[in-house]
């Protein structure tokens, strides 16, 4: 069974650009997360669909963040306009379900380095 | 303010000996509390999951220990392996309708030859 995928590993963008980050989650899980690390800072949540729909997205930093599901299925994360505090590496999760039996399987993450 | 705090921060052993990983956090309300290993380059791998009534948790090398009451947390490593060398981070899950984890800073394992 495939994991958790990201696309792309990394990116490098200058300030002002737009960035599309892209998870693909375990088969049949309806749980996507995103999270990401700023430098020397530890992980933090930044949203969770539950299939195509938004059940929290209390961590999204600000307007320039946009996160799409259609479908259910795969994510994307947008960026845009980029800034320099948005460095740093985003990872997605997913799981199968809710509670704390259910694990969160990450993928590999996206370094985004913006210049 | 929920928070998960970690030490220490960085670690070198010898391979063969153990060590024992220390967490403290401040969540509430408290679900879990799950142990993490992450290697250089890729994602968090879990490595236990205990909930409220559960005190001690294994894996293989890996043993976990929960006190609720002091809101404390250990990961104790058995006979340590090169392959263990990688950052180790405590996050608790909140309970109640979030269900978002929140991440400690993680401990920088190394184990030497």
């Known amino acids: 069974e495939a994991g958790v995928t990201q696309f792309p590993s990394h990116s490098v963008i200058e300030k002002g650009q737009t960035v599309t980050l892209r998870c693909d989650p375990i088969?049949?899980?309806?749980?996507l997360y995103w999270y990401r690390r700023v430098m020397g800072k530890e992980i933090k949540f930044l949203l969770h669909?539950?299939?195509?729909?938004?059940?929290?997205e209390s961590g999204m930093p600000n307007n320039r963040f946009l996160a799409e599901r259609t479908g259910g299925t795969y994510s994307t994360l947008k960026v845009q306009p980029a800034e320099l505090e948005d460095s740093g590496v985003y990872f997605c999760?997913?799981?199968?379900?809710?509670?704390?039996?259910?694990?969160?399987?990450f993928g590999p993450g996206t370094r985004l380095t913006v210049t | 303010k929920n928070q998960v705090e970690q030490s220490p921060q960085s670690l070198i052993i010898l391979e063969g000996k153990n060590c024992t990983l220390q967490?403290?956090?401040?969540?509430?309300?408290?679900?879990?509390l799950r142990w993490y290993k992450q290697d250089t380059g890729r994602g968090p791998v879990s490595l236990t999951i205990?909930?409220?009534?559960?005190n001690t948790k294994s894996n293989g090398r890996y043993t976990a220990t929960l006190d609720a009451d002091t809101k404390q947390s250990s990961l104790h490593i058995t006979a340590s392996q090169l392959s263990d060398s990688a950052s180790y981070i405590c996050?608790?899950?909140?309970?109640?309708?979030?269900?978002?984890?929140?991440f400690g800073s993680g401990t920088r394992l190394q184990v030497q030859p």
């Open positions: 999760a997913s799981s199968q379900g809710l509670g704390g039996g259910y694990e969160q399987y």
């Open positions: 088969s049949g899980h309806d749980n």
């Open positions: 669909f539950v299939k195509e729909s938004k059940q929290d």
């Open positions: 967490c403290n956090y401040t969540v509430s309300p408290f679900s879990n």
């Open positions: 205990m909930t409220f009534s559960e």
């Open positions: 996050v608790v899950s909140v309970g109640t309708g979030r269900r978002a984890l929140t």
